[in-house]
């Protein structure tokens, strides 16, 4: 603006002054110094920390907070920086502005973090200077671990995961859905049981915390017991082992319920015959002849207590011979059901007979004229159910249709490896089983894979991960059923291992 009214302006320049040590000429501070004499005259980090020594657990990978706190932290993460300022003293005469690690050896108990910290000097100037702390680490197990170690047996909390039913379905679901959680990841020893799993714990805390979990994911109740294993009159300490029993209600998805009269009617006269669709904290039950659904929580099962009138192990193949829509198609609890009657034959007996079954399944949006379907057959059960008995004048149907059967489809894809794999728990397990209990778990395994393949609402919850031993070939792709169920790529995960050998190297583990 001066310029152009034609003002005279005086240039302005920076002055610069002689340093009073050395001489240099230099940029002017409050100091008169410069930088490199202002450092040799004045240190800032004199007096702070530059070697400590930190407590380390090799079994847990867990450092001492001290007086008594663990934490958990890997090499050159956050929380380890974090531990490790957090461990110095006297670092509020400066002022922190930034810390990050020095790469050191894994194995020299060495960590090693760059510190760069500012504070007031010489008549008001600022100095800034850089230093390396050096933590030495000791080794010392945790209470918990040193506890494992002594006595691997030596648990404080047990928890007794049940559920009386003859297949173990739900817990392949249930031990997903601990992987992707880590619900389990302070258990000292998870053990296979007969009708169970039973997880081992180090502290009630953690005990009482997966309790908590299960209850969130599956109905159940439970209850807790203790027993005293020693006490000390002097000092007053009581030493117990504590007990808690945990019992998963003993209905499944897919299995057919008859409801008690009392339960039906505050269900709005649900049934009485049901479909367990879905089971979370509550179940989902379905009725396929009118397509309701209500919800039926813990409490409100163990207060008048039933049982399946049959199971999914009991599931006959049907051949759908016509199909025709009754009604259009309904949205129920997220899953889409059309009505439609439709006339069935088992595929036993076919070259045997030609009894030929008319009935009402929900399954109108999914069945075609030749399909294959899975289903009840209640015209040659014998049912010896109580409920059932309560109903004085019901027509059963002929068979309920629960699912759409890819079986034939499947015979050809049989033995191919899948392009996604799932995660297992570390648990011990009987190897003094006969081999048909192993077959028939291989066998259920199995279904539970195929079950995943087919409801996506069920592999919402878990995580599933990439076969790296998966090589898909052209030939396969154009043989096998466009029709078959699969997972899609994009929902699966990318499991990664991070070995010694090559660090930084994202591979899949096997």
């Not at 199971?311 to 899953?335: A, K, N, P």
Request: hydrophobic share 35%; proline share 4%; charged share 25%.
């Amino acid at each position: 603006m001066a310029q152009e009214s034609g003002m005279f302006v005086v240039p302005q320049t920076v002055g610069s002054v002689l340093c009073c040590k050395c001489g240099i000429p230099m940029a002017p501070n409050a100091a008169n110094m410069c930088i490199t004499c202002l450092r040799s005259e004045v240190d800032i980090t004199e007096g702070l920390q530059k070697h400590v020594i930190i407590s380390h657990c090799p079994e847990c990978d867990s450092y001492l907070q001290p007086p008594r706190t663990w934490i958990k932290a890997q090499l050159e993460s956050k929380e380890l920086l974090t531990f490790c300022v957090k461990r110095l003293k006297n670092l509020n005469r400066v002022r922190l502005v930034h810390a990050e690690f020095v790469w050191t050896e894994p194995h020299s108990k060495r960590i090693k973090v760059k510190l760069k910290v500012q504070k007031e000097v010489l008549n008001g100037a600022i100095l800034e200077q850089s230093y390396i702390v050096e933590y030495v680490q000791q080794d010392h197990m945790c209470e918990s671990c040193t506890r494992v170690q002594a006595n691997p047996d030596q648990w404080v909390a047990s928890v007794q995961l049940r559920q009386h039913v003859t297949h173990r379905r739900t817990f392949f679901y249930l031990e997903q859905l601990i992987l992707k959680h880590d619900a389990a990841a302070r258990a000292i020893k998870i053990k296979q049981m007969d009708q169970g799993i039973d997880f081992f714990f180090s502290n009630r805390s953690h005990a009482v915390k997966f309790v908590e979990f299960v209850g969130k994911v599956a109905p159940v109740r439970s209850r807790h017991d203790k027993q005293l294993v020693s006490h000390d009159p002097k000092s007053n300490n009581y030493n117990y082992k504590y007990t808690f029993s945990v019992e998963i209600i003993p209905i499944c998805r897919e299995d057919l319920i008859c409801l008690p009269p009392k339960v039906a009617v505050s269900l709005g006269n649900l049934g009485p015959l049901v479909i367990c669709a879905k089971v979370t904290n509550s179940i989902a039950l379905l009725d396929p002849f009118t397509l309701r659904l209500c919800f039926l929580d813990a409490d409100q099962y163990w207060r008048s207590s039933f049982k399946s009138l049959l199971t999914s192990r009991q599931l006959v193949e049907y051949i759908v011979l016509d199909v025709e829509v009754v009604s259009s198609e309904v949205t129920v609890g997220g899953s889409k059901y059309v009505l439609a009657d439709a006339q069935v034959a088992r595929v036993s007996d076919f070259g045997k007979n030609d009894t030929i079954f008319s009935i009402r399944t929900h399954l109108g949006h999914l069945l075609n004229p030749g399909d294959y379907a899975l289903g009840f057959d209640l015209y040659g059960a014998n049912n010896n159910d109580i409920e059932l008995d309560k109903y004085k004048g019901l027509v059963l149907p002929e068979a309920i249709l629960v699912k759409k059967s890819y079986e034939e489809k499947r015979q050809r894809k049989r033995g191919k490896p899948r392009a996604w794999k799932l995660k297992s728990l570390n648990m011990e397990v009987d190897d003094s089983k006969g081999r048909t209990d192993q077959e028939r778990t291989i066998n259920e395994y199995e279904e539970f894979l195929r079950d995943l393949e087919e409801n996506p609402e069920l592999r919402f919850n878990i995580s599933l991960y990439r076969n790296k031993d998966y090589q898909p070939s052209e030939m396969a792709s154009m043989t096998d059923g466009e029709d078959l169920p699969s997972v899609p790529l994009e929902e699966l995960l990318a499991d990664l291992d991070l070995s010694d050998e090559e660090e930084g190297d994202d591979s899949m583990r096997e």
